[in-house]
């Protein structure tokens, strides 16, 4: 089983940046496929980010595409999500998880989650 602890998360204002991290234990990078996903109230939680297990690919959600970027530190356990340009509408909670499959864009294929941080941005 994997433990995943997110923190980070902020208030900041439109156009400004914030990284969010997610500490995992034990190191999961040679198993699992690490992605970020997000949820506002009344919304369904939807995909932002993945880091494949293999290959070190990277896969982003059409809406953050060019603004975001995901990356890990195997040495730190740490899977880290850059965001840039933020906009009031990036406003939710997010959530780090870990998927067996080698890129999992949707929510119920990743079988470990985190308890999320919240990000707010301000217009």
């Known amino acids: 089983q994997v433990q995943l602890v997110e923190s980070g998360g902020g208030l900041v204002q439109a156009g400004g940046s914030l990284t969010v991290a997610c500490a995992a234990s034990p190191n999961p990078f040679e198993d699992y496929t690490m992605g970020w996903f997000r949820q506002s109230p009344g919304k369904e939680r939807e995909f932002v980010a993945a880091?494949?297990?293999?290959?070190?690919?990277?896969y982003y959600a059409d809406s953050v595409k060019g603004r975001f970027t995901i990356s890990r530190d195997v040495a730190q356990s740490t899977v880290y999500l850059q965001m840039n340009s933020l906009k009031p509408e990036d406003t939710a909670r997010y959530y780090c998880?870990?998927?067996?499959?080698?890129?999992?864009?949707?929510?119920?294929?990743?079988?470990?989650w985190g308890q999320g941080t919240q990000v707010t941005v301000s217009s």
């Open positions: 880091f494949s297990r293999t290959g070190g690919h990277t």
């Open positions: 998880a870990a998927s067996s499959r080698v890129l999992g864009a949707s929510s119920s294929e990743y079988e470990y």
